[in-house]
């Protein structure tokens, strides 16, 4: 049992889940729920029960989309989506993924707007599919798309480089 | 009437035929887009899902920008859209926050920018009877369901500009344009996000549905407003060979514009045919 891992939730994301009725309403209409391995209104009672291993290594926390249907029908404003940025955040900084292809995408995707200002949509594939492995998915989709102009060769670049810059160092 | 301008950075790769059609049919419709000098990518949905802190502050940049120019925003991404209204709400609410982004820009945040999607602006600021009048070529055979998708309507239990499960503005659009618009209930259901990469199986599921819906609703197309719902639905569609337009494009074909042909061509779906039977039609 890990003491206090809903206290560590509740302060670091600001919402409460003992809020919440089990009512179901967020797992009926989430669009995600059946492939999760819990769904959302599980993942709050696990919180409150100091499930913390489970929640974290759950796929839960990383097929969320953030598409915002579980608060917005919530009786008790449980910002859902907010809570699993939470356990994301909480999941990197122990270096657990369950999804760790998720994982690797979104950490790319900063690091091209790190490196740029702007995500370069082109380098963020080539890189993905080397680290992922996943070398050969979508080879025809992209060069039509490459084709139509529509991933372009060089990146757009912020010329504020050192601001963008900043921002990374400031929130680390 | 005036808007400062942010495209993000779909609508200057993937989703280049939304951009294009976004700023000629808000010129022909008297909107002047200044685009925000030197803006940065919003962190989609990376940011927030490894960092909410570095999500708020790199939309806040934007803000900043966009307060800079003295002007509301004007976002045809749903995904920018939904991160730079978050931000705006955090930096509102938080002294640390909005320190730690002023330290950062060294200019003093006012919150005094609205922020708002595209789609908003030309169903308000425009108006459906303005529209109306406007339209040159009515598309009379074209058959068409409104995609809202997620953020759209439901950044929102705040204030949205339209009904959060049952929006109404870019059907009425459409009926403005011409088209027959269909009652389908999966306006505002997810196409899968930002898993279209790592999950793709699970987008494809998802897109399958909404593309099997539209279909049995009679519909020939499905419109959207949004660069990341449409790129999925594209994509994601295993071959259905089922027409995603942008709602711009739509306007642009009603109001007679030249350079249609030009968008639809960038299109990975074929629009040949549905655009042929609207002549007809």
Same mark, same amino acid.
Request: net charge neutral; with cysteine.
């Given at each position: 049992m890990n003491k206090g891992f809903a206290l560590q939730v509740t302060e670091k994301s600001h919402e409460n889940v003992n809020k919440c009725l089990q009512c179901l309403k967020c797992t009926s209409g989430c669009p995600i729920a059946s492939w999760m391995d819990y769904k959302p209104n599980q993942i709050n009672r696990m919180i409150q029960m100091e499930g913390k291993t489970k929640v974290l290594n759950s796929s839960t926390i990383w097929l969320c989309v953030g598409c915002q249907t579980c608060v917005t029908r919530?009786?008790?404003?449980?910002?859902?989506?907010?809570?699993?940025d939470t356990l994301r955040e909480i999941a990197v900084a122990e270096n657990i993924s369950k999804e760790p292809n998720i994982t690797i995408f979104h950490q790319l995707?900063?690091?091209?707007?790190?490196?740029?200002?702007?995500?370069?949509?082109?380098?963020?594939i080539g890189l993905y599919k080397l680290k992922s492995g996943q070398l050969f998915a979508d080879m025809q989709l992209g060069q039509q798309m490459f084709m139509k102009g529509k991933l372009k060769l060089l990146p757009e670049i912020v010329k504020d480089k050192k601001g963008i810059k900043e921002i990374f160092k400031k929130v680390k | 009437?005036?808007?400062?301008?942010?495209?993000?950075?779909?609508?200057?790769?993937?989703?280049?035929?939304?951009?294009?059609?976004?700023?000629?049919?808000?010129?022909?419709?008297? *909107?002047?887009? &200044?685009?925000?000098?030197?803006?940065?990518?919003?962190?989609?949905?990376?940011?927030?899902?490894?960092?909410?802190?570095?999500?708020?502050?790199?939309?806040? $940049?934007?803000?900043?920008?966009?307060?800079k120019q003295g002007l509301d925003i004007a976002v045809p991404c749903s995904a920018c859209y939904h991160n730079l209204r978050q931000a705006d709400e955090e930096l509102k609410a938080s002294t640390d926050k909005r320190r730690e982004l002023e330290q950062v820009?060294?200019?003093?945040?006012?919150?005094? &920018?609205?922020?708002?999607?595209?789609?908003?602006? *030309?169903?308000?600021?425009?108006? &459906?009877?303005?529209?109306?009048? /406007?339209?040159?070529?009515? /598309?009379?055979?074209?058959?068409?369901v409104a995609y809202y998708g997620c953020l759209i309507t439901r950044p929102s239990h705040k204030d949205g500009f339209d009904s959060v499960e049952q929006p109404q503005s870019m059907d009425n659009l459409l009926d403005a344009c011409g088209c027959k618009v269909m009652k389908w209930s999966?306006?505002?259901?997810?196409?899968?996000?930002?898993?279209?990469?790592?999950?793709?199986?699970?987008?494809?599921? /998802?897109?399958?549905?909404?593309?099997?819906?539209?279909?049995?609703?009679?519909?020939?197309?499905?419109?959207?407003?949004?660069?990341?719902?449409?790129?999925?639905?594209?994509? $994601?569609?295993d071959g259905a060979n089922f027409p995603v337009l942008y709602f711009t494009e739509v306007l642009g074909m009603a109001l007679g514009m030249k350079d249609t042909q030009g968008w639809l061509n960038k299109h990975l779906v074929s629009t040949n045919e549905l655009v042929g039977k609207m002549k007809i039609g």
């Open positions: 919530c009786p008790m404003k449980i910002d859902i989506p907010h809570l699993m995707f900063l690091n091209s707007v790190k490196k740029w200002g702007r995500v370069h949509e082109l380098e963020l | 009437m005036k808007f400062s301008y942010y495209p993000g950075c779909s609508l200057h790769s993937t989703g280049k035929e939304y951009g294009e059609s976004t700023q000629a049919v808000c010129q022909a419709l008297g *909107i002047e887009l &200044v685009e925000i000098p030197d803006w940065n990518c919003c962190g989609a949905s990376a940011g927030h899902s490894l960092n909410h802190d570095l999500a708020v502050q790199l939309s806040g $940049r934007n803000l900043l920008l966009a307060q820009t060294e200019m003093q945040f006012t919150g005094r &920018v609205q922020t708002r999607h595209l789609l908003d602006v *030309i169903y308000h600021e425009v108006g &459906v009877d303005n529209i109306r009048k /406007l339209v040159k070529k009515p /598309l009379q055979g074209l058959k068409a999966y306006k505002t259901d997810c196409c899968g996000a930002g898993l279209s990469l790592p999950q793709d199986k699970i987008v494809v599921e /998802l897109v399958t549905k909404l593309i099997n819906m539209a279909r049995q609703s009679g519909a020939e197309c499905i419109i959207t407003a949004c660069p990341m719902c449409q790129a999925n639905l594209e994509m $994601r569609q």
